[in-house]
């Protein structure tokens, strides 16, 4: 990437880490898209080398009405990310509607397009983790955030764009600078918190019998790996489809769990509870990547093992800010 550089979410989680890297590879002519409202994810932005900033609904009735600054690469990672939205009309225009506009936009310029879907999409899993795709239509969601982010994935799959556009299906990622994600901050950063003020870690309880509480899985990656694949495909547009993003292996909430206690130093107290009878459907007890497609894309590196994440994200990041 040689021209300027569009992230959009570029004061959210993934996002503040995909700008950072890119400062770290030389790069500070990127224009940061966001919204910023009264929580602190401003902060995020405190330290980052970029050229401007411009609020989320101001970009794109620059991109409709034709004044958009005209970028070499579009990273679009924002979004509402909260599984628990209700509100189905908002989702739609922001997580569906707005990643069309701009793909299009991006499309008719010329412009390298990668953006953020979502492990939500596979819903419970039935249909397993392939990313292959003809098991995209097969899928089904278990949350309206879900099924936002599936849609746009069935649109480009339908009008053949994932010769020319790449997208990227995150799993559990966890790492510095969620901060601001309220209720939908890893369980690393809530149970640091928990364990800081209680000594103890709070897990829900299995409710179904094929799982130990502790035992549900989950295919957790560190957001620096996240953010390197996410670089990957930007800086090959030869490299296009929809991928997964995860380390291919599942790990449970108790392995998490005991990783936190052990970078924190302190002795494993983990209390099961019920989970909340209006999650129990939307539950998702098993994820895992299947990783075939963007090794074979030519995506060579070794991701980071869950506790050596754990321990880096606790003691070199959380730990200063307690």
């Known amino acids: 990437m040689t021209q300027p550089i569009i992230v959009t979410g570029g004061a959210g989680f993934i996002g503040r880490n995909v700008v950072a890297a890119l400062n770290a590879a030389g790069h500070d002519d990127i224009v940061i898209v966001d919204h910023l409202s009264t929580d602190e994810k ?29 970028p070499d690469t579009v990273i679009h990672l924002g979004a509402c990310s909260s599984t628990t939205e209700t509100d189905a009309g908002y989702l739609m225009e922001n997580n569906y509607r707005y990643t069309r506009e701009l793909c299009e936009w ?30 995209t239509p097969t899928l089904t969601p278990l949350n309206m955030y879900g099924y936002s982010k599936h849609l746009f994935d069935l649109w480009a799959l339908r009008h053949g764009l994932f010769g020319r556009i790449a997208g990227i299906k995150y799993f559990n990622v966890f790492g510095p600078y969620e901060d601001h994600k309220g209720d939908m901050r890893s369980v690393v950063h809530k149970a640091y918190h928990q364990i800081l003020e209680t000594g103890e870690l709070r897990l829900f309880k299995s409710h179904r019998p094929e799982y130990e509480d502790g035992k549900q ?27 997964n993003c995860g380390t291919g292996q599942a790990r449970t909430w108790l392995d998490l769990a005991t990783a936190v206690f052990r970078a924190m130093d302190r002795e494993l107290r983990i209390v099961f509870i019920d989970m909340p009878e209006h999650l129990r459907e939307k539950y998702q007890y098993f994820t895992e990547a299947q990783m075939d497609k963007l090794r074979a894309a030519g995506y060579k590196e070794a991701y980071t093992p869950l506790e050596d994440g754990v321990r880096d994200y606790v003691q070199h990041y959380l730990m200063n800010r307690s």
């Open 217 to 243: 899985l989950r295919d957790f990656i560190y957001v620096k790996d996240a953010v390197d694949v996410t670089l990957f495909l930007a800086d090959h547009p030869q490299i296009n489809g929809l991928f």
């Open 42 to 70: 401003w902060r995020n932005l405190v330290g980052l080398r970029f050229e401007d900033y411009l609020d989320r609904a101001a970009f794109i009735d620059l991109v409709r009405s034709g004044k958009a600054p005209r």
């Open 106 to 135: 991006c499309l008719s310029g010329g412009i390298r397009f990668v953006y953020a879907s979502s492990a939500a999409t596979y819903g419970a899993g039935e249909q397993g983790y392939s990313d292959a795709d003809d098991v």
